[in-house]
T-cell receptor
Framework: KAGVTQTPRYLIKTRGQQVTLSCSPI?????VSWYQQTPGQGLQFLFE???????NKGNFPGRFSGRQFSNSRSEMNVSTLELGDSALYLC?????????????FGEGSRLTVL | QQQVKQSPQSLIVQKGGISIINCAYE??????FPWYQQFPGKGPALLIA?????SEKKEGRFTISFNKSAKQFSLHIMDSQPGDSATYFC???????????FGSGTQLTVLP
């Protein structure tokens, strides 16, 4: 069974640009969550999607958005990039809503903002 | 109230020794406490998890001890091996919150 796939794995952007990251969950998983990982702030919850609906959102500005498609694949978008957005963005999928059981993480998309 | 405090930040243990990582929480609504292991360049992977109806759970060399009254839980790695060298994160969630709150992580180094 294939794991969680995130693309691209690495990308470099400049301030003011926008970026879209993609996540394909494990087959059959309907919940997709996104986390930001930085050395200073650790792992922070961005948002969770279940059945194409955003069910929960963390404390991030509106520049961070996401969506989920009918096949459970998800994308997150960051607009007007800032230097502080440099981070590893992790996608996780689960069978059930993310607070109730195991999350399976992808390897992440490492974003560098110059 | 949503924080999970993890210590120590880093830990060095000799091969065969016991590694102990501690976490504390404030939110009494938390009812699921997993530990994740992360190797460089990889995403976190679930190691072991516990719910507050039990005080201890063991899987192989890994044991979670849970103290509900103190709102603390810890990970014990018995017979630590160099291959256990990784970053360990505790986490907690409440069913209603639909998100994991992670601790700050512990970088474990097991010396051969």
């Amino acid at each position: 069974k294939a794991g969680v796939t995130q693309t691209p794995r690495y990308l470099i952007k400049t301030r003011g640009q926008q970026v879209t990251l993609s996540c394909s969950p494990i087959s059959g998983h309907r919940s997709v969550s996104w986390y930001q990982q930085t050395p200073g702030q650790g792992l922070q919850f961005l948002f969770e999607y279940f059945s194409e609906t955003q069910r929960n959102k963390g404390n991030f500005p509106g520049r961070f958005s996401g969506r989920q498609f009918s096949n459970s694949r998800s994308e997150m978008n960051v607009s007007t990039l800032e230097l502080g957005d440099s981070a590893l963005y992790l996608c996780a999928s689960s069978l059930n809503p993310s607070g109730a059981g195991e999350l399976f993480f992808g390897e992440g998309s490492r974003l560098t903002v110059l | 109230q949503q924080q999970v405090k993890q210590s120590p930040q880093s830990l060095i243990v000799q091969k065969g020794g016991i590694s102990i990582i501690n976490c504390a929480y404030e939110n009494t609504a938390f009812d699921y406490f997993p530990w994740y292991q992360q190797f460089p360049g990889k995403g976190p992977a679930l190691l072991i998890a516990i719910r507050p109806d039990v005080s201890e759970k063991k899987e192989g060399r890994f044991t979670i001890s849970f103290n509900k009254s103190a709102k603390q839980f810890s990970l014990h790695i018995m017979d630590s091996q160099p291959g256990d060298s990784a970053t360990y994160f505790c986490a907690a969630s409440a069913r209603s919150a639909r998100q994991l709150t992670f601790g700050s992580g512990t970088q474990l180094t097991v010396l051969p």
